[in-house]
Structure formats: structure tokens, C-alpha cells
């Protein structure tokens, strides 16, 4: 019996043994499969899209996509800037808009530029038919006129008191700006000076002589009341302003002079008066 009860313990102890030896090969082909599959996983790619579209069909958000950075360009730079990209319709309308922009800008300086030939025309035949001392100058890159009269056609040497000789000049003058008035934004009133200092109690500079005969045509001009007085103004610039140099008695006579500065306005920054 003892020798049968020992066969017994034998056999049983070699069951038992072959058991854990099975269990030691399957957890070794198991440990293999898996790390077959991570090997797999690890050397595959995702579809972006798929992905999204997996995502979002379980959250119901769409999810923002971004590209796959490379090693390299992280390491230059490791916060990259995202941003969110226009679509083509978005371009496409931002550059129709454009467009019907530059259209506009070119429309309205043309107009603006027709004004200003116009206006100019006027103005000198005003000056060939009326025999006044003056000259008619057209500056299209500024859009504005300049009617330029010599200081004695209004006043006397060294002061800015208006003759009234030169009243039927200036009544002349407000019935041609009448006649274009549709054409110009403002019309501003210019006097100026030669280099000859001046020092009066009434006049202590040549800047001081200038202003006060500026103002002195205008408010004859706003006296009249023939003029829309909101697109008026008066400007002395003294000795600044210079059309000659101030060498002889010829060029200094240029230089004291009264300017009526008509602007059609810059079709960039105003709006636009047309013709009627």
C-alpha cells in the first residue's frame, strides 16, 4: 500500500506539473501576439478624416484638424501658431469687394478730375475775358485751382485794407465761383508776402499782413452772401510760400499776392459734388 499510495502522489504530482507548464507557453504566445500587434499599431498611420469623422459621430463636434508636426520642424519650433484658414469663398468675396472698391475709387476720380477741368476752364476764361491781373494754375495731382491775383489789384503797399476800386474785381469773382459752384468741395482764400520784413504796430510781421488781407477779401466775399459761407476759409502764409525767388523788385511783386484756392476734393478721403 505504501508503494500504491506513492504511485498515486507521483502521478498526481506529474499532472500538476504538466498543467503549469501549458499555462507558461500560453502566457508567452499571448505576451508575443500583443506585442505583435503593438508593432503594428506603432508602424501604422491614421486617416485624419476617418478620424474626425469617427469623433465626431460619437460626440456629435466636429473637431479640429491639425497636421503632424516632424521632429525636426518641433524642435525649431516647439509652439507652433495654428490658425483657422479662409475658405474660397470667403477669398473669392473678399476679392469681389476689392474690386467694386477700385471700381468705385476710379469712377469717383474720374468724376472728380471732370470737375476740376471743367471748373479750370471756366475760371480761365474768366481771367482772358475780364482783362484782371491774374493767372488761372490747374493742379490735378493736388484736385484743386488756383486763381493768383497781384496784391495792388486790391490793395495799397503795406496794407490789408481792400480798395474799393478792386470791389467790382471781387464781385466779378464771386459771381464766377457762383457759376462753378457745383464743382468745388472748398474754396480758401490765400494771402502772401514777400521777404521784406515789415514792422508796424498794425502789421508786426509779414505772416501778420498776410492773414489780415486773406480775411479782408473774404469777409467782403461772406459780406456779399452769395457764397456758401461753410466752404469758406481764409490762410496767410507771410514771406513761406514763395512762386519766385525774392532776388529783384519783379519777383518780390509776384510774390505779394492773393490766392483763391478752389478744391474739387480728393475722391480718397470726400465725397464727391458732380455737375448739374
Known amino acids: 500500500m505504501s508503494s500504491a499510495s506513492n504511485r498515486r502522489k507521483s502521478g498526481g504530482g506529474g499532472d500538476e506539473g504538466g498543467g503549469a507548464n501549458w499555462m507558461d507557453t500560453y502566457g508567452d504566445l499571448v505576451t508575443l501576439l500583443l506585442c505583435f500587434f503593438v508593432l503594428l499599431f506603432a508602424s501604422s498611420s491614421i486617416d485624419a478624416a476617418k478620424w474626425q469623422a469617427i469623433v465626431g459621430s460619437f460626440t456629435g463636434i466636429s473637431v479640429l484638424g491639425v497636421d503632424p508636426i516632424s521632429p525636426s520642424v518641433a524642435f525649431e519650433n516647439p509652439i507652433p501658431e495654428f490658425g483657422f484658414q479662409p475658405s474660397e469663398a470667403a477669398n473669392s468675396e473678399e476679392m469681389e469687394v476689392g474690386q467694386m472698391d477700385e471700381t468705385g475709387a476710379e469712377q469717383s476720380g474720374e468724376t472728380t478730375l ?163
Open 114 to 276: 471732370n470737375n476740376l477741368r471743367a471748373m479750370y476752364g471756366i475760371m480761365a476764361n474768366f481771367v482772358k475775358s475780364g482783362g484782371i491781373d491774374a493767372e488761372v494754375v490747374l493742379d490735378e495731382d493736388a484736385y484743386l485751382v488756383r486763381l493768383i491775383i497781384n496784391e495792388r489789384v486790391f490793395f495799397e503797399t503795406a496794407s490789408a485794407v481792400v480798395r474799393p476800386e478792386a470791389y467790382p474785381v471781387l464781385d466779378s469773382i464771386v459771381e464766377m465761383f457762383k457759376e462753378v459752384d457745383q464743382y468745388y468741395t472748398m474754396l480758401m482764400v490765400e494771402g502772401h508776402a514777400d521777404s521784406r520784413p515789415i514792422n508796424t504796430a498794425q502789421y508786426p510781421s509779414n505772416w501778420h499782413i498776410s492773414v489780415y488781407r486773406a480775411v479782408a477779401v473774404l469777409g467782403y466775399i461772406w459780406q456779399v452772401g452769395e457764397l456758401d459761407p461753410t466752404r469758406l476759409a481764409a490762410m496767410g502764409y507771410g514771406e513761406m510760400q514763395p512762386v519766385a525767388p525774392n532776388d529783384s523788385e519783379e519777383n518780390m511783386a509776384k510774390n505779394r499776392r492773393v490766392e483763391f484756392v478752389a478744391e474739387a476734393g480728393d475722391p480718397r478721403r470726400v465725397p464727391q459734388l458732380t455737375g448739374g
